[in-house]
Structures are given as C-alpha cells and as structure tokens.
C-alpha cells in the first residue's frame, strides 16, 4: 500500500485585506516628453488621457529607493501596515513585473528578505500588464488550497529603464511604480473567480526589441554604439484588440462572480489608455454610478504596477470605499489579459 498523502486545508474565500503603493518622486509632465517625438501636450492628453506619468530616479540596485526592488519593498511594507499584519505572517509572496531586468534571483525573494520575512516562499510572475491579476488570482488561489495564510502580491515596473525617448508609440506611455495588496482569509467572498486567457501569436503586438544574446552579439559588432534592448508596441493592433476582445473577458469574470455591471461600485482597468478604458465602460455599458479609474491622467502606463495603483487613486480621490464591489481587469504584453470581481481593500494612512 502506498503512504497516504494529506491534503491541505486552506479557506473557504479570501479577500485583499490592505493596499499600499509606492510613487516614484520625480513627476514628468507631457512638456518633458514631446520633444524627440515630435509630439505635443494636447495630441499625448487626446490619445491617452495622460497629462504626466512618474519616472524613477537613481540606480537599479537592490539598495536603491527607486529600484524595481526598492519600490516594491515600500509598497509591500505599507500593504502591511495597512493590513495589521507582521513581516513574520506572510507565507509567501508573489511580484508580477516585466522589467527586473535579470533573470535571477526573482525579485520576490530579495522583497521577502527586505521586509524582515524568513525562509518564505516567493516567485515572480511575468504577464505583462496583466501580471497583478494573475499574482492576484495565485495567491487567493494558495490561500484556498490551505498552503499559505497570507500572501503579500507586488505589482512593480520601471520601465524607464526599456524607453526609447524617440519612439512616437511608447514613450509618452509608459512609467514606473509599484502598488501591492495581502490576500488572507475571509468570512465572505472577496475575490472572484478569474477570469483569464493569453494569444501567443500576438507578441509582436508588445514586446522587448532584442533578448540579452541579440544584444550582447551587437555589443560585440558595433561596442558603444549598440542600441540596448527597448520596449516597442504595435499601438493600433493592440488598441483594437483591447477595445473589441476585452468586452468578452469583462464579461466572464462578472459571469464567473454571478455579479451584473449593476452590480459594481468600481472599475478599475489596467491604466493602458483612457480611450480603451472608455469603449469598454461604453460597451459594458457600465451605469453613471460606477466609478471608473483614471489613474493613467497622472501616473500614465504602469503595467504590473498600474491595477495597484488604481485602486488606490480610487479609493483616496475618487470615491470609492473600502469593502465595494470592483472589477479589476489587467491585459497587455503576451497578449495577455487576467481580471476578477473582488471587494476593495483597506489602504496605508
Ligand atoms: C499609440 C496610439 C495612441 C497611437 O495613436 P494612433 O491614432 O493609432 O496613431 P497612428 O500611428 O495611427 O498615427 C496617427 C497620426 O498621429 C501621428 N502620431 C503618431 N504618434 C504620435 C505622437 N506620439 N505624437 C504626435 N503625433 C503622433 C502619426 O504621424 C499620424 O499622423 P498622420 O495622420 O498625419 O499620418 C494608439 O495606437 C493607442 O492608443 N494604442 C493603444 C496603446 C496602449 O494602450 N498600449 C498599452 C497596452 S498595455
């Protein structure tokens, strides 16, 4: 006979209990960004909505504040506090993110050692700008399943360090931060089923230009004058994409929740574009009440980061409250695309 192997026991639901966040200092209005694309304030604010994003400073170091360690490390601490909880009660801890740019140790592990976390499971995700979601659904998922009680999930980017200021798609676009949330038990359910999905045919539609061996052989050819490896989109194929398939996803993970549109309190999109998150509040066909995101107008695209960081510019400005009935819905890079129901969590003083 062989050994009986146990099953672990996790809860029945789970909620996200704190949110906190981290903002790079240094704001950039439209007015620094115009220049080597030829572009303007008002053409950048018409297509994307966003008036000024924030870009990191300093080095990329594990010891550096604005480092993709760094600011996780600040976000995760203030997700703590603002859940009640110690370092020593995490069980694992999940960093979605696309620009840490090694490829080991994950960044989740450096995280959990700055926080004051010991032998703690942690891994990173990468999803693009969808990676909150999936970390999101794992670690409901762990907490579920009885291996974890809580669990500290990271969306960080700095994507600076993967702009081409001269690039007329992406570089008005993207910016840096970081936003985390616990995931614990629950007496109801706070976390909805995922709904979740990705097109791999579709990469070209965002991607990094060149991978470390393309790169290192251009550094052999060319030395100094080789271009390092930047972030690149496809905007228009991206923009249909998002605006036409998306109806669907929003739709399986209100269907998965058993929750209508009418239900909702909030919407929170991934920060891609105010024109995307409109047609989708148009074809939702969301009512007036809902409170929709619009983080993107200050913080502009923040990919992993960017959900995080919504919710929190919801939940402090925008009128939402602690406990509503949100949809998150993050997609980008893949192309990939995660979202759930779940209630609102409590944010950092
Ligand atoms: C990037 C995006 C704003 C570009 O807008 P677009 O209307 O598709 O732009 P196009 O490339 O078709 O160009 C339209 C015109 O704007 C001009 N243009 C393009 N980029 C410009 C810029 N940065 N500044 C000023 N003008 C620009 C083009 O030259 C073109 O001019 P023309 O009509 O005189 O030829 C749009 O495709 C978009 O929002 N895509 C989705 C991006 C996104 O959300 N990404 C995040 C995914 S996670």
């Excluded at 926080?115 to 998922?141: I, K």
């Excluded at 629950?186 to 995922?194: A, N, R, T």
């Excluded at 009512?287 to 919710?311: H, R």
Aim: aromatic share 6%.
């Amino acid at each position: 006979m062989p050994a009986r192997i146990d099953t672990a026991v996790g809860a029945a639901h789970t909620q996200m209990l704190g949110l906190g966040v981290y903002r790079p200092e240094r704001i950039v209005p439209n007015s620094e960004i115009v220049g080597p694309i030829d572009s303007s304030d008002e053409w950048i604010q018409t297509r994307s909505g966003i008036r000024a994003r924030r870009f990191a400073s300093g080095g990329r170091g594990s010891a550096d504040p604005e480092s993709v360690i760094g600011m996780a490390t600040e976000a995760g601490r203030r997700a703590l506090a603002a859940s009640n909880l110690d370092a020593d009660q995490i069980g694992a801890v999940v960093l979605a993110t696309s620009s840490q740019m090694v490829l080991g140790p994950s960044a989740g592990a450096v995280v959990a050692t700055n926080l004051g976390m010991s032998d703690t499971a942690a891994f990173d995700v990468s999803a693009g700008c969808a990676g909150f979601c999936y970390a999101l659904a794992n670690a409901s998922h762990m907490v579920r399943a009885g291996i974890a009680q809580y669990v500290l999930v990271i969306g960080v980017e700095r994507l600076t360090d993967l702009l081409d200021p001269t690039d007329r798609s992406c570089a008005f676009i993207f910016a840096d931060g970081a936003g985390a949330v616990v995931v614990g038990p629950s007496e109801e359910e706070g976390i909805g089923p995922v709904a979740w999905g990705s097109d791999g045919s579709q990469t070209a539609a965002i991607k990094q230009d060149k991978d470390f061996q393309e790169f290192f052989a251009e550094v052999a050819e060319k030395g100094a004058e080789a271009g390092r490896p930047f972030i690149r989109m496809q905007g228009t194929a991206v923009f249909r994409w998002a605006a036409t398939f998306l109806e669907k996803a929003c739709r399986d993970a209100l269907d998965k929740a058993g929750v209508s549109a009418e239900d909702l309190d909030v919407f929170v999109p991934h920060q891609a574009n105010s024109r995307i998150t409109d047609a989708l509040v148009r074809v939702l066909k969301m009512p007036e009440n809902v409170v929709v995101a619009k983080d993107i107008a200050e913080a502009g695209n923040t990919s992993a980061a960017s959900i995080p960081l919504a919710m929190d510019q919801v939940l402090r400005t925008g009128g939402a409250q602690p406990g509503d009935t949100a949809l998150l819905m993050g997609f980008g890079a893949g192309l990939a695309y995660a979202g759930q129901v779940v209630r609102l969590p409590r944010i950092a003083e």
